[in-house]
């Protein structure tokens, strides 16, 4: 109760807060309010104004007399005065609680009008409602606005019983607080509702706020991302569960008008030129970096070319899916990154390395098979210098394979030709080829691979990876040390994995263990011959075959090489 004194519910003609068109209550309100203090007040005096000219206009004949009682024409009077003041006097300069005079003078006019005319119309104190609401809505004199709506009305209908004193009746007296006491209820259910209403609207304004801020620093978040996106040279483009865009930046603009062919203008991805690693080969439909995206792939550096002839470039494309609050996908965002000069110069780097690689090689076989001619010699070379020559033979053999790696690892791609092959056969042929070298530097090869073990690979390349996971282990083992390779099924795969008890790697250096001419840095310093190629190679073998590597290693204390292998003829669209 106390609180709607201290914070009352004030009128629409004497408060103005910020409007709030959020119900159909409230634009009400926002119309009464931009209306002007005397409009607004006359309107307020409008209601019991025609009810009294309603009055007036049927008197004559209804309740013939009633217009020529004096104090009757006095209450007429009283009530034309207060509706004149309403729109005369300049209320926006009086005080704010000046307006409630108007009600108070209308329980005065209407005290008038029923005493005066209670013989022919008694009817006429039930007009004490207009004020009584007037007053209680108001909300500015508190419960003293209450306490006048109980005490005007009282004195109205009260007024005649003082001339029969003390001769009243019961019957007298219960009627006459009927009157005031109903509208007393009336007062404060005015009063109680009017103090909700204030405080709903309160709330909403308060909401109104907040949602005004969330919109204000929505709008400011969103330009902060366009500009970010504009800013940055990477292409990104945001679509939603069924592939439309919601979302792109000016890179990607320039990037899709680039990738249109002459003379079209549309804008889905299918009218873009897209093309694989090879430059000519159009990218399937499935195979398009947004369709991809759509089907609910997350993927890095995928390459792709856009464009045709000389301005082709290169793209390196990733994609992020995005997921509803319930979890369900709900959109992606792809990147897109130009790449052509990286690539470029990649190609060019490639094709360093293979001219030169090329043109040492002959001159390396000549070496060679002069060398050989010379060893063939029998007793006519001496001791020494045979020995000279098997050391020169040895070195061109190892600068020869050398060169063979690097021409290697400069093709554009690897010949890959799977057919059913037993990985447990490729195993034992490696294993056999190697002992000799593992016999020499005191370690043990240990086999757990059961035979026959099949899977659909190029047993030609898949044994020069093996050859390469086992020649590393055998080299990057102490002198007693073991190296473990096992092959089991599983599923429609082949798993094998080569474990050595070495000296390991940082978990740095296993991070980039196949990358070319990658060495470690514990095998840098142990100062073991080798040039960062063979699992550079071997990577692009198993991932030419449809399958997987990985490192795991423990400095100090070993390293584990995991090929997975697939039973099951490889895509043969996958690059090696």
Same mark, same amino acid.
């Not at 009682?69 to 207060?82: K, N, R, Y």
């Not at 099949?454 to 055998?474: C, F």
């Given at each position: 109760?106390?609180?709607?004194?201290?914070?009352?519910?004030?009128?629409?003609?004497?408060?103005?807060?910020?409007?709030?068109?959020?119900?159909?209550?409230?634009?009400?309100?926002?119309?009464?309010?931009?209306?002007?203090?005397?409009?607004?007040?006359?309107?307020?005096?409008?209601?019991?104004?025609?009810?009294?000219?309603?009055?007036?206009?049927?008197?004559?004949?209804?309740?013939?007399?009633?217009?020529?009682?004096?104090?009757?024409?006095?209450?007429?009077?009283?009530?034309?005065?207060?509706?004149?003041?309403? +729109? $005369?006097?300049?209320?926006?300069? !009086?005080?704010?609680? #000046?307006? %409630?005079?108007?009600? &108070? /003078?209308? *329980? =005065?006019?209407?005290?008038?009008?029923?005493?005066?005319?209670?013989?022919?119309?008694?009817?006429?104190?039930?007009?004490?409602?207009?004020?009584?609401? +007037? $007053?209680?809505?108001?909300?500015? !004199?508190?419960?003293? #606005?209450? %306490?006048?709506?109980? &005490? /005007?009305? *009282? =004195?109205?209908?009260?007024?005649?019983?003082?001339?029969?004193?003390?001769?009243?009746?019961?019957?007298?007296?219960?009627?006459?607080?009927?009157?005031?006491?109903?509208?007393?209820?009336?007062? !404060?259910?005015?009063?109680?509702?009017?103090?909700?209403?204030?405080?709903?609207?309160?709330?909403?304004?308060?909401?109104?706020?907040?949602?005004?801020?969330?919109?204000?620093?929505?709008?400011?978040?969103?330009?902060?991302?366009?500009?970010?996106?504009?800013?940055?040279?990477?292409?990104?483009?945001?679509?939603?569960?069924?592939?439309?865009?919601?979302?792109?930046?000016?890179?990607?603009?320039?990037?899709?008008?680039?990738?249109?062919?002459?003379?079209?203008?549309?804008?889905?991805?299918?009218?873009?030129?897209?093309?694989?690693?090879?430059?000519?080969?159009?990218?399937?439909?499935?195979?398009?970096?947004?369709?991809?995206?759509?089907?609910?792939?997350?993927?890095?550096?995928?390459?792709?070319?856009?464009?045709?002839?000389?301005?082709?470039?290169?793209?390196?494309?990733?994609?992020?899916?995005?997921?509803?609050?319930?979890?369900?996908?709900?959109?992606?965002?792809?990147?897109?990154?130009?790449?052509?000069?990286?690539?470029?110069?990649?190609?060019?780097?490639?094709?360093?390395?293979?001219?030169?690689?090329?043109?040492?090689?002959?001159?390396?076989?000549?070496?060679?098979?002069?060398?050989?001619?010379?060893?063939?010699?029998?007793?006519?070379?001496?001791?020494?210098?045979?020995?000279?020559?098997?050391?020169?033979?040895?070195?061109?053999?190892?600068?020869?394979?050398?060169?063979?790696?690097?021409?290697?690892?400069?093709?554009?791609?690897?010949?890959?030709?799977?057919?059913?092959?037993?990985?447990?056969?490729?195993?034992?042929?490696?294993?056999?080829?190697?002992?000799?070298?593992?016999?020499?530097?005191?370690?043990?090869?240990?086999?757990?691979?059961?035979?026959?073990?099949?899977?659909?690979?190029?047993?030609?390349?898949?044994?020069?990876?093996?050859?390469?996971?086992?020649?590393?282990?055998?080299?990057?083992?102490?002198?007693?040390?073991?190296?473990?390779?096992?092959?089991?099924?599983?599923?429609?795969?082949?798993?094998?994995?080569?474990?050595?008890?070495?000296?390991?790697?940082?978990?740095?250096?296993?991070?980039?263990?196949?990358?070319?001419?990658?060495?470690?840095?514990?095998?840098?310093?142990?100062?073991?011959?080798?040039?960062?190629?063979?699992?550079?190679?071997?990577?692009?073998?198993?991932?030419?075959?449809?399958?997987?590597?990985?490192?795991?290693?423990?400095?100090?204390?070993?390293?584990?090489?995991?090929?997975?292998?697939?039973?099951?003829?490889?895509?043969?669209?996958?690059?090696?």
């Amino acid at each position: 109760m106390s609180s709607l004194h201290t914070e009352p519910a004030r009128p629409a003609f004497l408060y103005e807060p910020p409007p709030v068109e959020s119900t159909p209550t409230t634009k009400t309100n926002l119309y009464f309010r931009r209306l002007g203090p005397r409009v607004r007040i006359g309107l307020c005096q409008l209601p019991l104004t025609v009810i009294v000219i309603g009055i007036v206009l049927a008197a004559p004949s209804i309740w013939p007399g009633l217009l020529s009682l004096p104090w009757f024409q006095l209450g007429l009077a009283i009530h034309a005065a207060l509706f004149l003041i309403c +729109w $005369l006097i300049p209320w926006e300069r !009086l005080p704010q609680a #000046a307006p %409630l005079l108007i009600p &108070v /003078g209308d *329980l =005065l006019a209407i005290a008038v009008t029923r005493n005066s005319g209670l013989e022919i119309l008694p009817g006429l104190g039930a007009l004490a409602v207009f004020p009584v609401i +007037w $007053l209680a809505a108001a909300g500015i !004199l508190g419960w003293l #606005a209450v %306490l006048m709506s109980f &005490v /005007g009305p *009282l =004195l109205i209908v009260g007024f005649p019983l003082l001339a029969k004193l003390p001769d009243v009746t019961a019957a007298e007296l219960s009627g006459t607080v009927f009157l005031p006491v109903t509208l007393l209820a009336v007062a !404060l259910a005015v009063r109680f509702a009017t103090a909700n209403v204030a405080l709903q609207q309160r709330q909403l304004m308060k909401k109104d706020a907040i949602l005004r801020e969330l919109l204000k620093s929505s709008k400011e978040r969103e330009r902060l991302l366009h500009t970010v996106l504009d800013t940055i040279d990477v292409g990104v483009v945001a679509v939603n569960a069924e592939g439309e865009t919601i979302l792109t930046n000016h890179q990607q603009n320039l990037l899709h008008r680039l990738a249109l062919p002459s003379g079209s203008s549309g804008t889905d991805e299918s009218a873009l030129a897209l093309f694989g690693q090879d430059q000519r080969t159009v990218l399937p439909e499935a195979k398009r970096p947004v369709r991809r995206a759509v089907d609910g792939e997350s993927f890095a550096d995928y390459l792709i070319w856009i464009g045709q002839g000389s301005d082709q470039r290169a793209l390196s494309t990733a994609a992020r899916a995005m997921k509803s609050d319930s979890g369900e996908f709900s959109g992606a965002v792809i990147a897109s990154s130009d790449v052509t000069g990286l690539v470029e110069a990649i190609a060019a780097k490639d094709d360093l390395i293979a001219n030169v690689s090329h043109e040492l090689r002959t001159p390396l076989t000549s070496i060679l098979g002069n060398l050989e001619l010379a060893q063939d010699s029998g007793d006519e070379v001496p001791p020494r210098t045979a020995y000279y020559l098997d050391i020169a033979h040895s070195n061109a053999e190892r600068l020869l394979e050398i060169v063979s790696d690097l021409l290697l690892s400069a093709s554009a791609a690897l010949s890959i030709h799977p057919r059913r092959t037993d990985i447990a056969g490729l195993v034992d042929s490696s294993v056999g080829s190697l002992s000799a070298q593992a016999r020499t530097g005191g370690i043990t090869i240990r086999v757990d691979v059961p035979s026959p073990l099949w899977a659909h690979t190029d047993p030609q390349r898949i044994s020069q990876a093996i050859d390469n996971l086992l020649s590393n282990a055998i080299k990057y083992s102490p002198e007693g040390g073991t190296v473990t390779i096992t092959a089991r099924p599983d599923g429609d795969e082949v798993v094998l994995s080569v474990e050595d008890t070495g000296s390991g790697m940082t978990p740095a250096d296993a991070a980039r263990v196949f990358d070319k001419f990658f060495r470690a840095r514990s095998a840098r310093e142990s100062e073991i011959p080798g040039t960062g190629l063979g699992l550079s190679i071997t990577k692009a073998i198993v991932e030419g075959h449809g399958g997987t590597i990985s490192c795991s290693s423990d400095f100090g204390r070993g390293t584990r090489f995991t090929v997975t292998l697939p039973d099951h003829p490889a895509p043969a669209d996958l690059p090696a």
